[in-house]
């Protein structure tokens, strides 16, 4: 995930979040979403942003069409795997899309759970995978989990869709997605990360713009290689956690009105290291002038907010 990071990353996050903010497992979490009262429309889709479980960063995005298609776009790490799997039971059970933006475990840990228990139905899962060659020689800290995601899919059985730049899909009625990148495999530095899916999913009412872990160079790709129009978004998923990823001109290309941080508390104070605010080495506190900067009316951050819904 991080560059240069020597250990795993679903390790190194939940072990730094358990030994400095004295996280535990009796910590509690509601296992029913909570939906505010749907808006009287059609061809539109509300979103929830879910929370940092147990304080890990993570990334989890659930998405309801009103003609009642849900959406996953990553789901989280594997502690998310036992909430995300009510929020969907409860919301009918089945999922027709599960987007995953890249093969970090923060990122698809809950889908390799929910997959294996087999209690969901998952109509397609949208990816963009690597090969196990290119994932071994640009980033081998990654490959046993890789191979896990790999595996579990073809045991799941589950159909797979792999998109190509600028691919469009209807999500629900008046829902649309639009692909703005897929692969960079030519991109061997931050490896996994500058390879994650992105794309924007509109309505007549909105669009969120959801860049994964996108870094620095996949960043500059799109920008030389997408429209103006295609960029624009009322909101903006920001990446890699918010704390480092694409650059400000990125942002400001975007135009967005409102940035969605899946970012727990102390990453978003850049407190890793748990002696205050901004002693940390993560550039969540720039990041956050950046979008300051360039006028975002709100921010949504699910370590601030727990798990929210937006319509």
């Not at 979403?33 to 509300?46: A, C, G, H, I, M």
């Not at 790490?77 to 969907?88: C, M, N, Q, R, T």
């Not at 704390?243 to 290309?253: H, I, L, T």
């Amino acid at each position: 995930m991080f560059n240069n990071m020597k250990i795993e990353v679903k390790t190194f996050f939940l072990v730094l979040g358990l030994f400095l903010f004295s996280c535990s497992s009796s910590e509690e979490y509601t296992m029913k979403l909570e939906v505010k009262d749907f808006p009287s429309r059609t061809q539109d889709f509300s979103l929830w942003q879910l929370e940092p479980f147990f304080h890990e960063v993570q990334m989890g995005y659930i998405l309801k069409t009103d003609d009642n298609k849900i959406i996953i776009v990553d789901g989280g790490g594997v502690v998310a795997a036992p909430y995300l799997e009510s929020y969907i039971k409860q919301l009918g059970g089945t999922v027709h899309e599960w987007i995953i933006t890249h093969a970090h475990m923060d990122h698809m840990g809950a889908f390799l759970e929910i997959a294996d228990r087999k209690e969901i139905k998952i109509d397609m899962l949208v990816h963009v995978p690597p090969t196990k060659e290119w994932v071994l020689e640009n980033e081998p800290i990654s490959m046993d989990n890789f191979q896990s995601y790999i595996t579990t899919i073809q045991k799941a059985n589950v159909t797979v869709d792999v998109p190509h730049f600028n691919k469009e899909y209807t999500l629900g009625e008046g829902v649309t997605m639009k692909v703005l990148s897929a692969g960079n495999f030519e991109i061997t530095e931050n490896a996994i990360n500058n390879s994650s899916l992105v794309f924007k999913i509109s309505s007549k009412s909105k669009s969120i713009l959801f860049l994964g872990d996108m870094g620095i160079r996949g960043g500059e790709t799109i920008l030389l290689n997408s429209k103006a129009e295609d960029l624009k978004a009322d909101y903006v998923q920001m990446a890699h956690h918010g704390q480092s990823g694409v650059e400000k001109d990125f942002y400001n290309a975007v135009q967005a009105n409102y940035a969605l941080w899946p970012t727990p508390e102390w990453l978003w104070e850049n407190r890793a290291d748990g002696k205050g605010n901004n002693t940390g080495s993560f550039k969540t506190l720039l990041v956050r002038e950046w979008m300051q900067e360039l006028g975002i009316s709100k921010s949504y951050v699910s370590g601030l907010e727990g798990t929210v819904q937006i319509d």
